[in-house]
């Protein structure tokens, strides 16, 4: 099976980060933070490892404003949920993914919608601009979209946060470890992660790093400190860590960041120049694609569709030749409304490091003669 979906999760991982995981197994099965005795204490030092290095690559503020969760999804929760109150008001982009827009609608907030140009960066900064309130507490966007690769001017929103005073939040699912994201730099206060994805950990670890501040918690309980006291911690990131965590995973976190940082000047690069290569190689064919990745600021991640068949038919049959892809709506129903595709979805290429020119053409040849 030739794997082509590694939006939804990279599926091969680097040595180191599978040898993390077995030594996290074998030599730290003990709850960090809660025991006095050496296996514990080891333990919290390679979480505390993990979140300074997760800081340092993103350019935060220190360890303890780096807070792990069970998926970016619960990340991006904590940060919607933790901070907007009913008379705030929030402005998303038109790309956004269930994940941001699912709490938004459960909590009743008052949202406006920015759209994203997929050609001028400047048009998508001037319309989130026009979309701001004078109530409006927070602009939250994805950093590059799941359905079409679409990489958000991020740095020029962050800008314009910074000068008008609002709080800004990203969703960095499909851009963490892919695009280069410094958080003080581009104004980032929150920054909600998917480690499974361009990090190269396991499933099942997101991280949210917290500059800015979070009033409320989703989840109370067990923190190993202040445990005298029913009231739930206020300072990260014990405040949003009730329960254990997951180590084995955590300790990978460091190996998947010094993996990305061996090759960050050319993952980027290597991977695009696949996407160009399915593109490049099915014009005048049958096949329609919704984003011309030969445009910059594109992540490597493209959509499209054969003879306009349902995307999840596509993808069953492409799975009976063995190739890995993603049909449907990814979970991002505004984007597919975008681009017009809400009745039959997208098929959705995303390789990765691993992948090889070679497997691009054979996915080529096979969509050819579809």
């Given at each position: 099976m030739i794997y082509f979906d590694n939006a939804a999760t990279t599926g091969h991982k680097p040595q180191s980060v599978i040898n993390s995981v077995n030594y996290a197994l074998k030599n730290l099965s003990a709850n960090p933070g809660r025991s006095g005795h050496t296996y514990s204490q080891n333990t919290a030092i390679t979480v505390y490892?993990?979140?300074k290095k997760v800081s340092d690559f993103f350019g935060s503020q220190g360890p303890e404003t780096v807070v792990f969760t069970n998926n970016c999804t619960t990340s991006i929760n904590y940060v919607?949920?933790?901070?907007?109150?009913?008379?705030?008001?929030?402005?998303?982009?038109?790309?956004?993914?269930?994940?941001?827009?699912?709490?938004?609608?459960?909590?009743?907030?008052?949202?406006?919608?920015?759209?994203v140009s997929l050609v001028d960066d400047k048009e998508t900064v001037s319309n989130f601009e026009k979309e701001?309130?004078?109530?409006?507490?927070?602009?939250?966007?994805?950093?590059?979209?799941?359905?079409?690769?679409?990489?958000?001017?991020?740095?020029?929103?962050?800008d314009m946060c910074k000068e008008k005073g609002i709080l800004f939040g990203v969703d960095a699912a499909q851009a963490a470890g892919v695009i280069p994201i410094d958080m003080k730099r581009m104004n980032i206060d929150y920054l909600c992660i998917a480690a499974h994805k361009g990090l190269y950990c396991p499933m099942g670890l997101g991280i949210l790093i917290a500059r800015g501040p979070i009033n409320r918690t989703i989840i109370e309980g067990g923190t190993g400190t202040d445990s005298i006291d029913f009231v739930q911690p206020k300072t990260l990131p014990e405040m949003l860590e009730s329960g254990?965590?997951?180590?084995?995973a955590i300790a990978s976190v460091g190996?998947?960041?010094?993996?990305?940082?061996?090759?960050?000047?050319c993952l980027l690069k290597y991977e695009n120049k696949l996407v160009k290569r399915l593109y490049n190689n099915l014009q005048n064919?049958?096949?329609?694609?919704?984003?011309?990745?030969?445009i910059s600021n594109y992540a490597p991640v493209i959509s499209f569709n054969v003879n306009n068949i349902h995307?999840?038919?596509?993808?069953?049959?492409?799975?009976?030749?063995?190739?890995a892809l993603r049909g449907g709506l990814h979970c991002a129903p505004t984007a597919h409304k975008k681009i017009g595709t809400l009745n039959i979805g997208t098929v959705r290429f995303s390789p990765s490091v691993f992948n090889t020119t070679r497997e691009v053409d054979l996915l080529v040849k096979e969509l050819k003669n579809f």
């Open positions: 490892n993990s979140r919607l949920k933790g901070v907007l109150s009913p008379s705030d008001h929030i402005v998303v982009s038109d790309l956004e993914h269930n994940a941001v827009m699912r709490p938004l609608k459960a909590m009743g907030a008052e949202v406006s919608v920015a759209k701001v309130k004078n109530n409006t507490k927070m602009i939250f966007c994805t950093a590059a979209s799941n359905v079409l690769g679409k990489i958000l001017p991020i740095e020029k929103i962050g254990t965590i997951n180590v084995p190996a998947g960041i010094d993996f990305v940082n061996k090759y960050k000047n064919s049958n096949v329609v694609f919704y984003t011309n990745p030969n995307s999840e038919k596509t993808v069953a049959v492409l799975n009976q030749k063995g190739f």
